[in-house]
Every structure is written in C-alpha cells, then in structure tokens.
Nanobody, 121 residues
Framework: QVQLVESGGGLVQAGGSLRLSCAASGWIANINNMAWYRQAPGKQRDLVAV???????NYVDSVKGRFTISRDNAKNSVSLQMNSLKPEDTAVYSC???????????????WGQGTQVTVSS
C-alpha cells in the first residue's frame, strides 16, 4: 500500500506565504512525476505545478513567479512554497505522485487527502 500525507495548509493574509509538504510512504520502488493540484469551492480540480524525478518543473500561469515546487527523491517527498498569496489561491490543495510499487511493473497515481489553504483579503 502507498500513502501520501500532506501538511502545511492554513489561513494566511493576502501577500503572505505558506509551505505545503507531501510525503509518500509504503512499498515504493520509484516515483516519477509529483504534482500539486487545487480545487476551489464549486470548481474542478486543476493542476498547479508538476515536477519530474529529474527536477524539471511546470506551473500554471496564474502561479508562475509566486509558487515553487521542489522534491526530495531520497525522502519521497514534494513541497510547494507559496509566496505572495492571493484570495483567489484559496482552495483545497492535494498532492499526486506517479508511483511504481515494489514488485509491480507499472506506475499508478496516488493522491493525498488534501489540505485547506485559505487566503484572506
């Protein structure tokens, strides 16, 4: 079994910063892409940022220059540093990892439980 556990959400004023973390555990042989998604009330879940195992990153335009995704392959973890937060960043943030389980021959996507980020104006 593979589990992703997130931490770091909370309430912050506009212009402030938060750091989200996500750690994967279980029978893991390898992790390919890791990503952060967010879902605002009444909206679909959207990709925020993704990072490859080699460190290549991509961001949605609305967070470029404000958010930074990083990962620690030795710890099977991914983080999202969020600066200059805006009220429109308010959402439930979830991490996703493409995981090769030990003994398996194919990658599967696993999700964290989600963490609430609320930015007040």
């Amino acid at each position: 079994q593979v589990q992703l556990v997130e931490s770091g959400g909370g309430l912050v004023q506009a212009g402030g910063s938060l750091r989200l973390s996500c750690a994967a555990s279980g029978w893991i042989a390898n992790i390919n892409n890791m990503a952060w998604y967010r879902q605002a009330p009444g909206k679909q879940r959207d990709l925020v940022a993704v990072i490859s195992r080699g460190g290549s990153t991509n961001y949605v335009d609305s967070v470029k220059g404000r958010f930074t995704i990083s990962r620690d392959n030795a710890k099977n973890s991914v983080s999202l540093q969020m600066n200059s937060l805006k009220p429109e960043d308010t959402a439930v943030y979830s991490c996703k990892a493409s995981v090769l389980r030990a003994g398996s021959s194919s990658y599967m996507d696993y999700w964290g439980q989600g963490t609430q980020v609320t930015v007040s104006s």
